[in-house]
């Protein structure tokens, strides 16, 4: 079974963006990027929410992730902007379960907080790479707000980088 795994950057106190989606505050430079744009390449598969896309849609982006098979989970959007790109207007977790059955690599969560909770709800998620950034933010879109029961995670490894983001992996405790 293909893993899923919630590849994030978030604030030291817990927020992925800035309440209107800015993402700012984070540094768009430094080796915690080179290793994250060298990570990506090991995907087959993102998976992410309609304002994740449209973060992108609004810079001219319509398949952010061209090696990668593109699934956006939307109940709002009716026709998808690309060709490449999947919309999933309906049970997200069923669609992420059936993409998880399915021959391939690695899947990635780009998010965002609301669609990750959905997906730790139903036991989808098997890892997390949170790439803590050095800011606080004290509000914001949340990691993964609501969750119904707490996610338990094993640390597998963390490495702290020279711009003060540290990166951690965690394995998701069945």
């Known amino acids: 079974m293909r893993k899923l795994t919630y590849h994030v950057a978030a604030t030291v106190d817990g927020f992925i963006a800035r309440s209107d989606g800015g993402v700012d505050c984070f540094a768009h430079e430094g080796d915690h990027v080179t290793e994250y744009l060298a990570a990506l390449k090991a995907y087959d598969a993102v998976v992410m929410g309609r304002r994740t896309y449209e973060f992108g849609l609004k810079l001219g982006v319509t398949d952010p ?3 990668m098979d593109t699934y956006v989970v939307s109940r709002t959007m009716k026709e998808s902007p690309d060709a490449r790109v999947k919309l999933v207007a309906e049970d997200a977790a069923g669609a ?58 094993d640390l597998v490894s963390t490495k702290v980088h020279r711009s003060g983001v540290i990166v951690s992996r965690y394995a998701v405790r069945r």
């Open 96 to 153: 992420v379960r059936r993409l998880k059955e399915q021959q391939g690599g690695d899947i990635y969560l780009c998010g965002g907080g609301e669609l990750a909770t959905c997906l730790f709800d139903a036991g989808l998620v098997d890892e997390v790479i949170l790439k803590v950034a050095p800011v606080l933010l004290g509000g914001g879109i949340a990691l993964s707000p609501g969750l119904r029961a707490a996610a338990q995670l």
């Open 65 to 67: 992730y061209p090696w």
